[in-house]
């Protein structure tokens, strides 16, 4: 199985199954555009390797860092694979890049970006914005130094919610591979579960 799941991975094949399943999704009229929520999530790394280091929130052991956009209903729009010490906004704009431009019917421009993008403190920084507006992306980013009570946990709950659905997947909840390419497998694997019981669910 890990030597499937890595040859498939080097082969581009779950990039290209999460983006027909992206497609049939947004067919069926089931992928809400207008907003979109970021985050990252630590995993312990439990036998290092490449893409692991010391997390922040787990007393400097090593770990990884899971970055991930969700659609507003918490449908996976891309998925990344860090050191455990990587700031979430280093990841926001390759998330962003690497969205599948979905066509509807094959007919029509093809979308692959959100109207309004919702993420919380740690990715308050003036450029982050700046460069979202740019790409005609609308930030609704939680403001650092201001307490809590925005209200946009509300909205971006579904990316929360996503991470839970992942890392309820016994591979993805802590990392026992060193090889990257093997991890990275398993974590787009994963996505294109999550977008699969979706589909499953329109039929």
């Known amino acids: 199985m890990l030597a499937a799941a890595r040859d498939w991975q080097a082969a581009g094949v779950w990039d290209r199954l999460h983006r027909l399943l992206l497609e049939e999704l947004h067919q069926a009229g089931h ?19 490449e893409h692991t280091g010391p997390s922040p929130v787990d007393r400097a052991r090593p770990g990884s860092k899971h ?7 918490g449908i996976p729009l891309s998925v990344s694979l860090t050191g455990g010490n990587r700031h979430d906004s280093t990841q ?7 969205i599948p431009r979905i066509r509807a019917g094959g007919r029509g421009r093809p979308r692959s ?14 450029v982050v914005r700046r460069r ?8 609704k980013i939680a403001k650092r130094g201001v307490p809590h009570g925005s209200g946009l946990g509300k909205v971006r709950y579904v990316v929360e919610r996503t991470f839970a659905w992942l890392h309820g997947m016994r591979r993805l909840r802590t990392r ?8 990275e497998a398993f974590l787009k694997l994963g996505v294109c579960i999550i977008a699969l019981r979706h589909v499953i669910r329109l039929r």
């Open 31 to 49: 992928i809400d555009w207008e907003r979109a929520a970021v985050d990252g999530s630590h995993v312990r790394a439990m036998g290092g390797g």
């Open 67 to 73: 970055h991930l956009i969700v659609e507003g209903r």
């Open 92 to 98: 926001l704009f390759p998330l962003l890049g690497a």
């Open 113 to 126: 970006r959100p109207k309004t993008l919702f993420a919380d403190r740690g990715y308050d920084y003036p």
């Open 132 to 139: 979202l507006w740019r790409r005609g992306i609308q930030p």
């Open 176 to 183: 026992y591979e060193r090889r990257t390419d093997i991890h």
